[in-house]
């Protein structure tokens, strides 16, 4: 049974940093595209970033380019996504998602074959 878990949220100040964790588990990823994606109260999932498992290549929104970094570790199972410079407006709940043969630049939610129950990210200004 697959699993995706994630950790790693809290409550932070603006300009802080947070390291979000996806343990994955329950088949072999190396086929898969891993993604981050967001939802703040009120608003829709958005796509935060996606790394393709067995090359490594990954892809950004504009939002979070030059902030975030999204990796995988292949001894571990999991893909990271180190945030810095937090603002108000990155508080959201972080999901983590699969999808078979997906592209790192898949950003919508559409298709995805696993997802992950979320962690809250709350950065206060």
């Known amino acids: 049974q697959v699993q995706l878990v994630e950790s790693g949220g809290g409550l932070v100040q603006a300009g802080d940093s947070l390291r979000l964790s996806c343990a994955a588990s329950?088949?072999?990823?190396?086929?898969?595209?891993m993604y981050w994606f967001r939802q703040a109260p009120g608003k829709e999932r958005e796509f935060v970033a996606g790394i393709r498992w067995s090359s490594g290549n990954n892809y950004y929104a504009d939002s979070v380019k030059g902030r975030f970094t999204i990796s995988r570790d292949n001894a571990k199972n999991t893909v990271d996504l180190q945030m810095n410079s937090l603002k108000p407006e990155d508080t959201a709940v972080y999901y983590c998602?699969?999808?078979?043969?997906?592209?790192?630049?898949?950003?919508?939610?559409?298709?995805?074959?696993?997802w992950g129950k979320g962690t809250l990210v709350t950065v206060s200004s």
């Open positions: 998602a699969a999808d078979l043969f997906g592209s790192e630049r898949a950003t919508t939610t559409h298709g995805m074959d696993y």
């Open positions: 329950g088949r072999t990823f190396n086929n898969y595209a």
